[in-house]
């Protein structure tokens, strides 16, 4: 296997943060649940981050059948 160190230059150690490795799938994970949620008014997609505002909004806009999306 073979390495390619990229020190970052952000900080004195060059190090990069890996704290958040393992949750870089729960954005998604949520946007989908979000969606998947909605999808029966036929909302297909919501703009992140998905505020409770952004979410009745589609509500909203998916009951006047406005499909722009969020």
Not at 10 to 16: A, F
């Amino acid at each position: 296997m073979k390495s390619n160190p990229v020190p970052t230059k952000t900080n004195p150690l060059g190090v990069k943060g890996c704290g958040e490795a393992g949750c870089v799938g729960a954005m998604p994970a949520v946007a989908n649940a979000i969606v998947d949620a909605l999808s029966v008014l036929g909302v297909r997609d919501i703009a992140m981050p998905a505020t409770p505002e952004r979410v009745w909004r589609a509500i909203q806009d998916a009951r006047r059948g406005d499909r722009r999306g969020a």
